[in-house]
């Protein structure tokens, strides 16, 4: 299974899963990423911190940490 962390840059993935837990998943679910979602990678900084996606029509910034706990495919 690979992670959203693993994703290149102008690819298009489906959520598979989140692992984590508590507070931290629920952050991520708060932000709409959730099951079935499609992201779209758009960026990815240098040192590979943070990825900027786009999840709902709209733009976020991921830590790497956060970005390895959404499963995708």
Do not use: F, H, N, Q
Request: net charge positive; charged share 35%; with cysteine.
């Amino acid at each position: 299974m690979k992670t959203l962390k693993e994703v290149a840059c102008g690819k298009t993935v489906t959520v598979k899963k989140l692992t984590g837990d508590g507070p931290v998943k629920r952050r991520i679910m708060d932000m709409g990423i959730t099951k079935g979602v499609e992201i779209y990678v758009r960026k990815v900084a240098p040192l590979g911190d943070p990825v900027e996606v786009t999840v709902r029509g709209y733009e976020l910034s991921l830590r790497k940490a956060d970005a390895e706990m959404i499963e995708v495919e």
